[in-house]
């Protein structure tokens, strides 16, 4: 398998460099830079041929060591100022379709290897894992959307937005790893609408069409003119708000179920849907924990880790046939005719029943939709390939947007809800494609914790293609059948278990859990105790609770439909606001890059340098116990 990691490791300081020169296409050095870049990235392609994936961490360690030793001489360490960033806003110029052709010449090298890399063990659990951890919260999705929107989407509407987006990112996209479906945001999307023009007697699947069709011309524009250049301010900061909303969109949700149970099947019925989506929360939590812990061998932990939450639902599917709850009905999901639509019509929508005038009116919409897709995918592209997994093949934003605005209008042809990247299941799917093995600490006071370090990801296309035709066969009828049994309190756990492993890893829960800790048990390695304000990260937290606020509140509303725009605000809040309230050095540590340099070498490097060692747990590439610089490790367990 060719590694890539190790290339990345080698040349990275040189990057980081280049990042800062090469970012003035008009400079004078722009010929120099990129023959720079051309034969370093030569020489990653060679040296991914012989490299193997047990040194990519060395090289990735030695690599961030020699880049730290660059930044401490930069007089500022976080953010682009005076030429740099004069430099950067001159690599801003429109060079038409540059972005997807570069895309493509990066990973074209690879497409062959994202299919042989596949024959490893991790896409096994990654491709069942996927497959319930997509199709399950889709299917409480399409629950939501078949009653708010009167049954225009239904299961297979859903189902079949999911197979139309993995099919077409797992066989095209230039990150394949990036999972793709039904989101909560576009959930909110949808019914806002229809709660919108529905009342005027607008076709509302036609009207969505041509929300689809403007918004593909809008995708492909920013395709062709490099928007996604602009991600290069993207920051943990603007992720970990958005993923902190998509967390407890996922948590409404999942009460929004258990209500309803109420009106639709009774008290009796209600009482006893908490008490399963409870014990589906709890099952779930306690597999995952499991997962980290010391308990039986480590290949049983992996199992229960592995496949503890579609085995979760499996059981409490027929969990409620047993003893006395038999005799309670419980409200289970309503599924259609295999490969039918929910209601009677074709799969292609009749799109000219609609006026001329509704025809623009969608236009505003579709901006909305285009501005709402632009961060949401982009930032689970991101966090999917984040500082913390050590990829080795590049990243290519301009040519998923691209393919997204594609799958866009194909599914407003379709009369289907709009696919894009999912969060939190993206991250997941690359944490599930982690190779890691367990070392031990020479810290007396971290003994019996296990601590696993990431070796390497498998990245291929096989786990997301396959977990794409695994749900169109959820459309057969059996399978449908078998769908239709599955309690909707069951799906309610779900979402809480989705919800609450997303506020677990994110920034926003950690800062939180920092500031109620006790200070006398916070370990001194944290880099957040290495503030001296501690008031910064009281700042910090609350700025992100009110972003996070600000856009949680708008969707309870009728202005719902408007909640993307504050969600892009929050990047030049980011990047121009925020640095004339804090220090550089407390940025370094309470904010990070969502993505390596070379993962954001497709958008012209990331904002500002953040590597530093009051943050070192973003580019380790360790999870479990957090070994820090300076710790001595030797491997146990390869």
Not at 129 to 152: R, V, W
Not at 312 to 327: E, S
Not at 353 to 381: K, M, Q, R
Request: aromatic share 12%; net charge neutral.
């Amino acid at each position: 398998m060719p590694s890539l990691g190790a290339s990345y490791g080698a040349t990275s300081s040189s990057q980081a460099i280049d990042g800062e020169i090469a970012l003035d296409p008009v400079s004078s050095v722009h010929s120099h830079t990129s023959s720079t870049r051309k034969k370093s990235w030569q020489q990653r392609q060679q040296a991914s041929s012989h490299i193997s994936p047990s040194r990519t961490n060395s090289s990735f360690s030695s690599s961030r060591q020699n880049r730290l030793s660059i930044d401490a001489e930069a007089p500022v360490a976080f953010s682009r100022a005076g030429t740099n960033h004069s430099s950067f806003i001159a690599h801003q110029r429109v060079h038409l379709f540059r972005g997807m052709i570069q895309d493509i010449k990066r990973r074209a090298a690879y497409y062959w290897s994202d299919w042989t890399d596949a024959w490893d063990y991790r896409v096994v659990p990654a491709t069942v894992y996927m497959y319930f951890a997509n199709i399950l919260p889709a299917l409480a999705f399409s629950l939501d959307m078949f009653e708010k929107t009167h049954q225009s989407y239904g299961v297979n509407e859903v189902l079949l937005a999911s197979v139309l987006g993995s099919v077409v990112f797992s066989a095209a996209a230039a990150q394949p790893l990036v999972i793709v479906g039904v989101t909560g945001p576009i959930t909110v999307f949808n019914y806002t609408v229809y709660d919108i023009m529905a009342p005027q007697g607008t076709n509302y699947l036609a009207f969505m069409f041509w929300i689809g069709l403007w918004s593909l011309i809008f995708h492909w524009v920013l395709a062709i003119t490099n928007a996604c250049n602009g991600l290069t301010y993207v920051t943990r900061f603007s992720c970990d708000i958005f993923g902190f909303y998509v967390a407890f969109i996922y948590l409404q949700k999942g009460i929004q179920v258990l209500t309803r149970q109420w009106s639709m099947a009774g008290e009796t019925s209600a009482y006893l849907s908490i008490m399963v989506a409870l014990l589906v929360l709890m099952s779930g939590y306690v597999c995952s924990m499991l997962g980290e812990s010391t308990l039986f061998q480590r290949y049983v932990r992996k199992f229960i880790e592995d496949y503890g939450t579609p085995l979760t639902i499996i059981f409490f599917t027929g969990f409620v046939h047993i003893g006395h709850m038999r005799d309670v009905s419980v409200e289970t999901l309503p599924t259609s005719k295999a490969f039918f639509p929910t209601v009677d019509r074709s799969w292609l929508v009749n799109l000219w029943d609609i006026s001329v005038g509704e025809v623009f009116l969608a236009i505003p919409f579709a901006i909305l939709l285009t501005i709402l897709f632009y961060f949401d995918h982009n930032v689970s592209s991101l966090i999917a390939q984040g500082t913390e997994f050590p990829l080795r093949k590049p990243a290519g934003f301009h040519w998923d947007i691209f393919l997204l605005g594609l799958t866009t209008g194909i599914a407003g042809l379709l009369g289907i809800p709009f696919p894009n990247g999912l969060i939190p299941q993206a991250p997941f799917h690359t944490q599930a494609l982690c190779v890691t093995r367990q070392v031990s600490d020479d810290d007396e006071t971290k003994k019996g914790r296990p601590i696993l370090i990431t070796d390497h990801v498998v990245e291929q296309r096989v786990s997301n293609l396959t977990q794409g035709l695994l749900t169109l066969g959820t459309m057969t009828s059996p399978l449908l059948v078998v769908l239709h049994l599955i309690p909707q309190c069951v799906l309610a756990g779900l979402f809480f278990i989705m919800g609450v492993q997303a506020l677990q890893g994110n920034g926003i829960t950690q800062k939180l859990v920092f500031l109620a800790q006790d200070h006398t048990f916070t370990p001194g390695s944290n880099p957040l105790k290495r503030l001296e304000r501690r008031s910064a990260i009281w700042a910090f937290v609350t700025l992100e609770l009110v972003g996070f606020g600000a856009t949680f509140a708008t969707t309870q509303t009728i202005a719902a439909i408007g909640f993307p725009v504050i969600i892009l605000f929050l990047i030049p809040v980011r990047s121009f606001l925020l640095p004339l309230w804090f220090r550089p050095e407390e940025l370094a540590t309470l904010d990070a890059p969502t993505a390596s340099p070379f993962t954001m070498e497709s958008v012209g490097g990331a904002y500002g340098h953040f590597e530093s060692d009051e943050n070192p747990s973003h580019t380790s590439g360790v999870r479990g116990g957090g070994i820090f610089e300076g710790n001595n490790i030797q491997s146990s367990e390869e």
